[in-house]
């Protein structure tokens, strides 16, 4: 069973012979874990559970061959059944289970002719580590197992060797949080931390605080900004240019009607319309320009003297043109 080459030593053959040499016809005296007597059917109850169990297993179903192992055990309780009994656990991940079984085995058969061979396996399960999954609140912690940094970040997945560890997840910012585990071989564990943010980092960002108590205004900002002339001026001309192009449309209908029906109304009134579209153009491209100048000349100035320079600023249309105060 050391091996698993083949299955063909969980055959029925093999322990039909042990249970039969534990009759009372058979000449060799049994451990002590084996009843004195038994009937002959429990004897055939045996046999059939554990020819049920060693079919299960060679077609790979081990829960079922395990149950049926032991029950054949129950029934007889030969010390030959732990070994298929440890093989079923150890498929099916049971390695405790399976450590537990083989100990007994080589406990109540210590003359086996594998005992060598089992050993060796059994101290193989043993060593075998365990899944600990480590998460931690917030994730992307280093973990660290005994002072060893691991490659995983949490949540994550280490396996660490049977035995009492120390595990800690680090992120900058917060302090280390250790954990004391015990791992047993092949069993899965969880290990959650929750991360407290470390007391230097906090006070570095806390706001200053000025000696009564108060805390500090933030620093002033030394950037700029575009002042409410300049997007003033940018609206006007646009409102201009809108009123210009409209009253240009209507000068041209005048125009095209005057052509096809000429009258004094028609002239008078296309005349108007195309002064106001002038009036309009013109108010536009002086806008424009205004915004210009004044965006140029506040790129000089801070922005703390810039917004009561902007909140100053008017813009008005005068019968002569257009007036920009401050």
């Not at 579209?277 to 003297?305: I, K, M, N, T």
């Amino acid at each position: 069973m050391s091996t698993r080459r083949t299955q063909c030593i969980w055959l029925l053959p093999g322990l039909l012979a042990a249970i039969g040499a534990a009759s009372p016809a058979g000449a060799q005296p049994q451990p002590a874990a084996t009843p004195a007597a038994a009937t002959p059917e429990a004897l055939a109850d045996a046999r059939r559970a554990y020819a049920e169990g060693t079919e299960h297993f060679n077609a790979g179903r081990f829960a079922e061959a395990l149950a049926a192992f032991e029950r054949a055990f129950a029934m007889r309780a030969n010390p030959v059944v732990l070994k298929p009994i440890a093989e079923c656990h150890e498929r099916l991940g049971h390695v405790p289970e399976a450590i537990a079984a083989l100990e007994r085995y080589l406990r109540e058969l210590p003359t086996a002719s594998d005992h060598a061979l089992l050993e060796t396996r059994l101290a193989t399960l043993r060593q075998r580590p365990a899944r600990v999954t480590v998460t931690s609140v917030p994730e992307g912690a280093q973990i660290t197992v005994d002072g060893e940094a691991r490659p995983q970040r949490t949540p994550a997945d280490v396996d660490i060797a049977p035995g009492h560890h120390r595990v800690s997840a680090t992120l900058p910012g917060y302090r280390a949080t250790e954990r004391e585990v015990d791992t047993s071989p092949g069993v899965a564990l969880s290990v959650g931390v929750a991360l407290e943010r470390d007391g230097a980092a906090a006070a570095s960002a806390t706001p200053e605080r000025t000696p009564s108590g108060a805390i500090a205004p933030p620093p002033p900002v030394t950037g700029r900004r575009v002042s409410s002339a300049v997007w003033v001026a940018t609206a006007v001309a646009g409102a201009a240019a809108v009123a210009g192009t409209v009253f240009g449309i209507m000068a041209l209908s005048d125009a095209n009607d005057y052509e096809l029906a000429p009258t004094q109304d028609l002239l008078d009134r296309g005349q108007r319309n195309a002064l106001l579209s002038d009036v309009g153009f013109g108010a536009a491209l002086l806008s424009a320009g205004v915004a210009v100048v004044v965006y140029f000349a506040d790129r000089g100035r801070s922005e703390a003297v810039a917004p009561a320079a902007a909140s100053a600023a008017r813009l008005q249309l005068t019968g002569t043109g257009l007036r920009v105060t401050f």
